[in-house]
Nanobody, 124 residues
Framework: QVQLVESGGGLVQAGGSLRLSCAAS????????MGWFRQTPGKEREFVAS????????YYADSVKGRFTISRDNAGNTVHLQMNSLKPEDTAVYYC?????????????????WGQGTQVTVSS
C-alpha cells in the first residue's frame, strides 16, 4: 500500500518562504518520478513541479518558476518543495503525487498515487 504524507504547510506573509515535504512508503521510491500540485476551492488541481526518478530533470509551472524548487532524497524516501517569495495567489492545498514512470509529467492523470494535501496560506 503506497502512502504519501505531506507536511510543512502553514500560514506565511507574502514574500516569505515555506518548505513542504512528502514522505513516501509502500513502494521503491527511487524508481519513480514525483510531482507537486495545488488546488483552490472551485478550481481544478493544477501542476506545480515535477522531478524525475534520479532528480536530474525538473519541470515547473510558469507561475512558480524561479521561486519554487523541487528536490528529492531517495535514501530518505522524501520529496521537497522549497517555496520562496510567496504570493497570496500561491494560497492552496498542496498535494504530493507519485508516478509509475521515471519521467516527469505535468498532467494530473499521469500520477497514480496522491497524498492528502497540506494547506498553504499566504497573507498579503
Amino acid at each position: 500500500q503506497v502512502q504519501l504524507v505531506e507536511s510543512g504547510g502553514g500560514l506565511v506573509q507574502a514574500g516569505g518562504s515555506l518548505r513542504l515535504s512528502c514522505a513516501a512508503s509502500g513502494r521503491t521510491f527511487s524508481r519513480y518520478a514525483m510531482g507537486w500540485f495545488r488546488q483552490t476551492p472551485g478550481k481544478e488541481r493544477e501542476f506545480v513541479a515535477s522531478i524525475s526518478w534520479s532528480g536530474d530533470v525538473t519541470y515547473y509551472a510558469d507561475s512558480v518558476k524561479g521561486r519554487f524548487t523541487i528536490s528529492r532524497d531517495n535514501a530518505g524516501n522524501t520529496v521537497h518543495l522549497q517555496m520562496n517569495s510567496l504570493k497570496p495567489e500561491d494560497t492552496a492545498v498542496y498535494y504530493c503525487a507519485m508516478r509509475s514512470l521515471i519521467t516527469v509529467s505535468t498532467m494530473t492523470g499521469g500520477y497514480d498515487y496522491w497524498g492528502q494535501g497540506t494547506q498553504v496560506t499566504v497573507s498579503s
